[in-house]
C-alpha cells in the first residue's frame, strides 16, 4: 500500500507540501548526531518511505483549523519513532529490503542497527520535550505501547492458543498507537475540544488497526519486487496474524496438530503448508473484510468535523487502504 506519494487522486496529495517539510526536517536532524551516527541516520531517515504519521497529523490539523509549525514537528517526532521501529522490526524478523534497499540490520549488522534504532527513539523522545507535558507524556506513552505490543506479539510467537482479542491488542499497540496520536495531537495543538480529540484518536486506532491486517495479508499474498521488502516473514517467526488465526478456527483437529507440530518445533511454516489446511483463501477474504469494516467505522469517526478538502482527504484515506484490501481477494 501507498507505494509513493504520487500524483493520483492519493488522498495525502493534500498536504505534499506539508510533508515534504517534515521530509526535509526529518534529513536535517540526521546531522544533530555526531558525525559517526550521521550516515547511518540518513540512511534509514532518507529512504523514501510513505511518511503516513506526518501526512495523518497534517490532514487531521487541517480539518480542525489550520496547519502551522508544531504540527511539523509532531509529524517529524512521530515518523522519527516510526523509523526506529522498523530498524527494530527488521532485526527481529531477519529482513533483508526495507523499500526495495538493504536494511539496516543486513547492511551493518544488528548489533549496529540495535544502536541506531535506540539513538532515533532517544531523539525522537529528546524533541518531544519541546511541546507541552501533557502533548509530550501521551507521545512518550505511545511509543511505549508500540514497543509493549512488539514484546507481547514476541512472547506469542509459536503460540497456537493465541486468540484474536490478543492480537488485536498487539496490533493496536505496535501499529495503531501512532496513528491515533497523530490525529488526537493534531488537533490537541489547534486547541479543540476533548470529544473532537478523541475522536480523531478513535479514527486514527482504527485506521492503523486495518492497515496492519492489510499488511499481514500482503505478507501471505503479497510480491515482494512490488511491495518492495522482505514477505513470508510473519510465519517464519511463528508470528500468528489475522488470516492464520481466522484458518485455525475452520482447521480441523488434525490439520490443527499438524500445524502445533511445526510451531512447537520453530520450523518456518511455508504459505503451502496453510494453503492445505481449512480454506486458506477464505481465512484470507475474512481478514479483509474485518478490516473493511474497521474502516468503516473510523469514517464514522469523522462525523464531528467539518466538512471540507482535509476531512474529505481522512475519508478518501480510508476508501484507498480499502481498495487495497480488497484488491487480495480471491
Not at 254 to 275: D, T
Request: with cysteine.
Amino acid at each position: 500500500m501507498l507505494t509513493r506519494l504520487k500524483k493520483e487522486n492519493f488522498p495525502f496529495e493534500l498536504v505534499r507540501p506539508h510533508v515534504e517539510k517534515v521530509e526535509a526536517a526529518i534529513l536535517e536532524q540526521a546531522r544533530a548526531f555526531d558525525p559517526a551516527v550521521e550516515g547511518y541516520v540518513s540512511y534509514v531517515a532518507g529512504s523514501s518511505g510513505k511518511r503516513i504519521r506526518p501526512a495523518l497529523v497534517a490532514l487531521a490539523a487541517g480539518a480542525t483549523g489550520g496547519v502551522h509549525d508544531d504540527h511539523l514537528r509532531l509529524g517529524m517526532v512521530l515518523e522519527l519513532i516510526h523509523i526506529a521501529t522498523l530498524v527494530h522490526d527488521d532485526i527481529m524478523d531477519g529482513a533483508e529490503l526495507r523499500r526495495s534497499a538493504p536494511t539496516a540490520s543486513a547492511r551493518w549488522g544488528n548489533a549496529l542497527a540495535v544502536l541506531l534504532g535506540d539513538a532515533l527513539f532517544s531523539h525522537a523522545l529528546e524533541l518531544s520535550t519541546e511541546f507541552p507535558n501533557a502533548l509530550t507524556r501521551k507521545i512518550a506513552r505511545a511509543a511505549n505501547d508500540v514497543c509493549t505490543g512488539e514484546i507481547i506479539q514476541t512472547q506469542r510467537r509459536y503460540d497456537l492458543n493465541l486468540d484474536k482479542a490478543t492480537y488485536f491488542k498487539i496490533i493496536r499497540m505496535k501499529t495503531a498507537a501512532l496513528f491515533a496520536v497523530a490525529g488526537e495531537l493534531a488537533a490537541a495543538l489547534n486547541g479543540c475540544p476533548e470529544d473532537i480529540q478523541a475522536r480523531l484518536h478513535g479514527y486514527g486506532d482504527k485506521l492503523g488497526t486495518a492497515y496492519q491486517i492489510y499488511d499481514d495479508v500482503l505478507d501471505l499474498v503479497g510480491d515482494e519486487e512490488t511491495v518492495g521488502k522482505t514477505l513470508g516473514t510473519d510465519l517464519e517467526k511463528g508470528k500468528l496474524t489475522l488470516p492464520v488465526l481466522n484458518l485455525l478456527e475452520n482447521a480441523t483437529e488434525s490439520q490443527r496438530s499438524k500445524l502445533n507440530r511445526l510451531l512447537i518445533s520453530q520450523q518456518p511454516i511455508e504459505v503451502s503448508v496453510l494453503a492445505g489446511i481449512a480454506d486458506y483463501q477464505g481465512s484470507i477474504d475474512s481478514a479483509v473484510q474485518t478490516a473493511c469494516s474497521i474502516l468503516a467505522d473510523a469514517r464514522a469517526d469523522l462525523s464531528v468535523l467539518p466538512h471540507g478538502d482535509s476531512h474529505a482527504a481522512l475519508e478518501q484515506v480510508t476508501r484507498f487502504l480499502e481498495a487495497r484490501l480488497r484488491q487480495c481477494l480471491r
